[in-house]
């Protein structure tokens, strides 16, 4: 059973950069898109940024312009690089990679754990 490791949150003051990496603890035999999603008490969880296999990004209006997703293929990585953080990007931010596991013929949705990322003066 592969687990998503979620890690680079804190807390930070606005204007401010965080870095979050999320990888998976074992191998899958194929990983097809991977994004980050926010949760936070008022909105619920919403996407904030994806990639494809093949590298094509996608961002919430919100996060444009001061957020880029990338992955390392050869490491089965997705990171997302928040720069000027603003205090309503506070929230606790998932992983998600679609990945078909070894001895399986379906692909499916896998989470990371959740780190918070705290944006306050």
């Known amino acids: 059973q592969v687990q998503l490791v979620e890690s680079g949150g804190g807390l930070v003051q606005p204007g401010e950069s965080l870095r979050l990496s999320c990888a998976p603890s074992?191998?899958?035999?194929?990983?097809?898109?991977m994004g980050w999603y926010r949760q936070t008490p008022g909105k619920g969880r919403e996407l904030a940024a994806t990639?494809?296999?093949?590298?094509?990004?996608g961002y919430a209006d919100s996060v444009k312009g001061r957020f880029t997703i990338s992955r390392d293929n050869a490491k089965n990585t997705v990171y997302l690089q928040m720069n000027n953080l603003k205090p309503e990007d506070t929230a606790v931010y998932y992983c998600?990679?679609?990945?078909?596991?070894?001895?399986?013929?379906?692909?499916?949705?896998?989470w990371g754990q959740g780190t918070q990322v705290t944006v306050s003066s």
């Open positions: 998600n990679v679609n990945a078909r596991a070894w001895g399986v013929p379906r692909t499916r949705d896998y």
């Open positions: 990639i494809t296999s093949g590298g094509s990004t």
């Open positions: 074992g191998t899958f035999a194929s990983i097809r898109d």
